[in-house]
């Protein structure tokens, strides 16, 4: 496993943009993947943007591809979450989350092995 810590969440307006981070230490030299998850209350936790680590393909819910991005900066160990145009209905905990595995599903948090702690995305409207 790999250790993950998530950082960037705040509280924005409607329109406004953050960049969230994750970074990664421990066991990373395993890592295949690494994903942002996003859970609200009420609700399961849902995918948000996943990239492989190598080679950097990147895949995303169709209800944010035209607004954010994922990243990644291979010698920092570290995943980014560009969000832009955000709304009331990405107000959420994201949480990152990396795997070992090599997976085809990459939108599904079964796949993943370690898991952040989650940071707070709060969008007043």
């Known amino acids: 496993q790999v250790q993950l810590v998530e950082s960037g969440g705040g509280l924005v307006q409607a329109g406004d943009s953050l960049r969230l981070s994750c970074a990664a230490s421990?066991?990373?030299?395993?890592?295949?993947?690494m994903g942002w998850f996003r859970q609200a209350p009420g609700k399961e936790r849902e995918f948000v943007a996943a990239?492989?680590?190598?080679?950097?393909?990147?895949y995303y819910a169709d209800s944010v591809k035209a607004r954010f991005t994922i990243s990644r900066d291979n010698a920092k160990n570290t995943v980014y979450l560009q969000t832009n145009s955000l709304n009331a209905g990405d107000t959420a905990i994201y949480y990152c989350?990396?795997?070992?595995?090599?997976?085809?599903?990459?939108?599904?948090?079964?796949?993943?092995?370690?898991w952040g702690q989650g940071t707070q995305v709060t969008v007043s409207s």
């Open positions: 990239i492989r680590w190598t080679a950097g393909n990147t």
């Open positions: 421990g066991r990373t030299l395993s890592t295949k993947a």
């Open positions: 989350a990396a795997t070992s595995a090599f997976s085809l599903h990459l939108g599904s948090a079964l796949v993943y092995d370690s």
